[in-house]
């Protein structure tokens, strides 16, 4: 990691935020190299995941309202273990401690009493000031930042902690434009923000990122996707199961979802990721996806599926670190909109033909409700509606007892007004559920970053060589002239012109000796460079001397023909070898 950020930060990938301040832990800036890089990565995700899915695209607030939140379980499930030190007052992830002290690969899914406990009996000090932590509380805390939204007594935002939330609040209105049909997916990139504890590992913890999600509705009674698109794609499962013993399952798609390891939809899309994967260069060597525990998993989830790399460097122990979440939320998310919301997060379902069912339904006698009950009687009242929907055996005894805000209430049946009665039905209402690919693009990148880093000799001399796959390398071709003189520098200035009208990223560099050019490319990882010398100048027709980045191999091809080559090169119709 020390050798990677040193060169992200040299070469302009990605460096500290307000460093001329003093910077502030857990935000950094994309340089030009990693903006772009990042642009690329965002960009082969929609291609993949939005639009080669037919799904919708959405960009929401990263600012929204207390009650959003309220709904979602965020405000009161969403923390982090803390620990402070009581001789220094810093803060730590009390789970990370652990982990880092131990063979406990998941602390965070231990209770926090637990966790205190293990602080207790392996001696962990304070990793700043090196004062004993035994003995200290572990509490939660909630990791998203609070602000206001407007002056006065203005009403409490929070920024959001996931984009997801953005795509389920807008339910009603998007499955207006999906027609009601399930399933249906909306997909959305955008920042998220966690007012993380301890921020660390540069990209990899960090308080402010980019999400790329994508949240697909479905018929809870459908059977499941056609998994045969990608059925046999290869991939590295690490069940739950299997995690005490450290065992992996080198299986395909199709075999794991008919052996049940993985649920049909969060396999299809394993299946989906696996090949994007790939196409942006994650090295296969060192990536899995792992199960989560039952205690680790998040409160809206019923399974779920991380995508997880190892980027450590070689030789080193393993640095396995989550990449991506693909997890079964179930109805979750639209029941709780649903509840507390003024708007329906339903579809409604039509049947092949028109049903007789025996519907319960109550009809409150109000003028016992009113004084009995006060202000709380419309409520009581649709308490005893839901109720009757959900269980007709409650309506059995002499009295009926529902709960309205924390507090019960007791209602003779006589008053309830219960009865059955049969309805004609063309349809139902069904409350879609949720199959969430969550992609972290941050650290997405910085996987891409460790995974393409090499160090090799070239001509005797020791090279640092990002091989970066050339649909995310910040530049696609380096342009140089031999020398600024003789008109190599005139020339080279019109090739780098014309390739990026042809939608090329070029640099062109005629700084120093080419050798040094070529490496400060190779260290941005720069697939191409072109070099005009003095045969160019003179050749009729004209040529340039075209350099491969991982080889340091060179061809002399004609300038006539260096965009087709370039193109065929880029979508793998040809390789160097071939030229």
């Known amino acids: 990691m020390t050798d990677l950020v040193e060169l992200a930060k040299r070469r302009g990938f990605f460096f500290q935020s307000s460093e001329a301040y003093g910077g502030v832990s857990g935000f950094y800036t994309y340089g030009p190299q990693g903006a772009s890089l990042k642009e690329h990565v965002e960009e082969t995700w929609r291609e993949r995941f939005a639009v080669a899915e037919g799904h919708m695209q959405i960009d929401a607030p990263t600012v929204m309202p207390e009650p959003v939140f309220e709904a979602s379980g965020h405000l009161d499930g969403f923390d982090d273990m803390l620990v402070e030190c009581a001789s220094c007052n810093e803060s730590h992830r009390a789970d990370h401690l652990i982990e880092g ?62 984009t997801a939330q953005g795509i389920f609040v807008e339910f009603p209105r998007l499955k207006e434009y999906a027609r009601g049909q399930l399933p249906f997916g909306v997909t959305q990139v955008g920042k998220s923000y966690r007012n993380e504890i301890s921020p660390r590992n540069a990209l990899v913890r960090t308080r402010e ?16 996707p056609d998994v045969s698109a990608v059925a ?29 390891i993985v649920d049909p939809w969060v396999a299809y899309y ?54 991506a979440g693909y997890a079964y939320r179930g109805d979750y998310d639209l029941t709780k909109h649903d509840e507390h919301a003024d708007d329906t997060f339903t579809v409604f379902k039509q049947y092949d033909e028109p049903k007789t ?96 880093y090499d160090e090799d000799e070239v001509d005797e001399g020791e090279r640092t060589v990002l091989r970066l796959d050339t649909s995310v390398a910040p530049t696609g071709v380096a342009v ?36 040094r050019r070529y490496r400060r490319q190779d260290e941005i ?40 080559i370039l193109a065929d090169l880029r979508a793998g119709e040809t390789t160097f070898d071939d030229l």
Not at 139 to 157: A, H, K, R, V, Y
């Open 480 to 515: 140089f002239p031999l020398m600024d003189k003789d008109g190599m520098g005139e020339r080279a200035r019109d090739i780098a012109a014309d390739l990026r009208a042809a939608g090329y990223d070029v640099t062109y560099d005629d700084s120093g000796n080419i050798g």
């Open 232 to 260: 046999d794609v290869e991939v590295t499962l690490y069940p739950a199961e299997n995690q005490p013993d450290g065992d992996y399952v080198e299986t395909t798609v199709g075999d794991a979802v008919t052996e049940g």
């Open 357 to 452: 069912v025996e519907r319960a339904s109550v009809d409150p006698d109000m003028s016992y409700l009113g004084p009995e009950f006060g202000g709380a009687a419309a409520d009581v009242a649709d308490a005893l509606a839901t109720l009757a929907e959900r269980d007709r055996a409650a309506f059995e005894d002499e009295e009926v007892t529902v709960t309205v805000d924390g507090e019960e209430y007791t209602v003779p049946t006589e008053k309830t007004g219960f009865e059955f009665a049969e309805e004609t039905e063309a349809g139902r209402h069904v409350t879609p559920h949720v199959v969430e690919p969550s992609i972290g693009i941050d650290r997405t990148v910085y996987t891409v970053l460790a995974h393409a």
């Open 525 to 564: 990882g720069t697939p191409f460079c072109v070099t005009v010398d003095y045969e160019s100048v003179e050749d009729d027709p004209e040529t340039v001397t075209l350099r491969e980045r991982d080889s340091t191999e060179q061809v002399r091809v004609a300038s006539d023909d260096l965009e087709s």
């Open 101 to 162: 002290a131990t063979d406990i690969e998941e602390a965070e899914s231990l209770p926090t009493d637990e966790v205190a406990a293990l602080l207790d009996a392996h001696d962990i000090d304070c990793p700043t000031c090196g004062a004993p932590l035994a003995g200290q509380p572990v509490d939660e805390f909630n990791l998203m930042f609070e602000t206001n939204i407007g002056p006065g007594t203005s009403q409490t935002g929070y920024l959001r902690p996931e």
């Open 270 to 323: 394993l299946g989906v990721a696996t090949e994007w994967y790939e196409t942006i260069g994650v090295d296969f060597e060192r990536f899995r996806y792992r199960q989560h525990q039952p205690g680790e998993r998040a409160h809206y989830a019923s399974d779920c599926w991380d995508a997880e790399a190892d980027v450590s460097a070689a030789g080193e122990e393993p640095d396995w670190i989550e990449i």
């Open 209 to 224: 990122f980019t999400q790329a999600e994508l949240e697909l509705f479905v018929d809870p009674d459908d059977e499941g």
